[in-house]
């Protein structure tokens, strides 16, 4: 599977050859004379050998300076937010596809868990960038951890809430008289926003339940509709036995409600970078671009080929299998593209709406997310536009044309 080795060489030639004839054509642009028209016979192709002469010089020459150029690699380091899983495919197939080492960089990918905050770890000092949501690091941010969202990678909120399809529970305001599921952590406030949209009192309109990362309350019917991620939990009900058939669910068995499509989603896993270090660090803010030049490389290559970085994920180790990993693949695709404005863009109307919830939706106890706005410098689009001039593998940036694949689950997401 890991033939970045052989990629990497071929990537960085053909990568050489375009910036070559970008030059080219920059030192020519003006001259409309020389530009064929578009009905102009092609021209007797006489220069396939002497180019491929050159070509091979140039890739030679080029491939020995890029060599020399990246003879010691900067290492890096990125805290996930949870364990190996395929919401973080993008930067396990940059790993395995070579894309960090042609930005001449040495990753390690630190796993997440249950006990540990991604955004504390990058404020700490102990990694260099770090995912997380973006309310959450707002939050981090607001208790005095100097970090900048740098890139942000999903474009919209993956999160559910799902319900049996005879509970009647077709939009929040049927959350009335439930008991509502909801992790907490910080994940729980677009429930709360979705109650308040309605009108609906969260101490007294609804019953509020802890719910586990699980989809167990659901099933065992202990909780009427159950907080869900579309790329994992949802699966998750889908890849069970339904008792009365003996087969698996299928979605015509629940109902699902989008907080994305009720008006209520907040921003979700973004890149994070140190605040201090990026503006006074030019070694550091070199990296940053750099990292996510490829980290986005990464996740252009898994719009395109979802087998394939469901295959890298696999090989990674996670806990569930190989189509509950396809199918999260696919989802998470779908959280990025298209990507209006460019994959990693921060729109500032999500980024508001996502402030807004944050700083008006409190809890049980009254709480919110944040107590005041943001401070100036939380979020900047310089590293991410400056990243995408230095990706090597393509232009698409905003997938347009994106096409989500159909997946098959079994039994437990194998």
Excluded at 19 to 25: E, F, G, H, I, K
Excluded at 93 to 114: K, M, P, R, S, W
Excluded at 156 to 169: K, N, P
Aim: hydrophobic fraction near 40%; proline fraction near 4%; glycine fraction near 8%.
């Amino acid at each position: 599977m890991n033939t970045r080795r052989n990629t990497r060489t071929i990537t960085r030639a053909v990568g050489a050859l375009a910036a070559l004839a970008l030059v080219a054509t920059a030192c020519g642009g003006d001259d409309d004379d020389a530009t064929p028209a578009a009905t102009d016979p092609p021209a007797e192709d006489t220069s396939d050998d002497m180019s491929d002469d050159m070509s091979d010089d140039m890739s030679d020459d080029m491939s020995d300076d890029m060599a020399m150029e990246c003879e010691t690699p900067r290492e890096a380091s990125l805290q996930l937010q949870w364990f190996t899983q395929a919401q973080f495919a993008g930067y396990y197939a940059a790993v395995d596809q070579g894309f960090y080492e042609n930005h001449c960089l040495d990753v390690t990918i630190v796993e997440g868990g249950l006990d540990i905050v991604p955004q504390t770890q990058l404020a700490n000092g102990d990694v260099d960038f770090a995912l997380a949501w973006v309310p959450k690091a707002l939050a981090s941010r607001e208790a005095g951890a100097n970090i900048v969202n740098i890139a942000q990678i999903f474009q919209r909120s993956g999160t559910l809430q799902v319900s049996f399809a005879d509970a009647g529970i077709t939009s929040p305001a049927d959350f009335a008289g439930k008991k509502i599921g909801n992790w907490g952590f910080g994940n729980e406030y677009e429930v709360f926003a979705a109650l308040g949209a309605e009108g609906l009192d969260p101490a007294s309109d609804v019953e509020l339940v802890g719910q586990n990362f699980d989809m167990v309350a659901l099933l065992e019917g202990d909780i009427d509709a159950a907080e869900a991620m579309t790329y994992n939990e949802y699966a998750q009900v889908l890849e069970a036995i339904n008792p009365d058939t003996g087969e698996l669910y299928t979605p015509d068995d629940f109902n699902v409600i989008s907080y994305e499509d009720v008006g209520v989603g907040m921003l979700q896993d973004a890149i994070w970078a140190d605040a201090d270090k990026l503006a006074n660090d030019e070694d550091y803010r070199s990296l940053a671009v750099s990292f996510v030049a490829a980290s986005m490389e990464g996740w252009m290559y898994c719009r395109d080929n979802v087998q394939e970085c469901a295959d890298i994920v696999l090989a990674a180790g996670p806990t569930l299998g190989a189509s509950h990993q396809l199918w999260q693949t696919n989802e998470v695709n779908k959280l990025i593209w298209p990507s209006e404005n460019g994959i990693g863009y921060i729109d500032p109307a999500a980024w508001d709406r996502t402030v807004e919830i944050a700083q008006g939706t409190p809890n049980l106890e009254g709480a919110t997310v944040l107590t005041a706005p943001p401070t100036e410098g939380a979020y900047t689009n310089e590293i991410v536009e400056e990243a995408w001039t230095h990706i090597q593998t393509g232009d698409d940036t905003t997938g347009s044309g994106f096409t989500a694949i159909e997946v098959t689950l079994n039994e437990g997401g194998n």
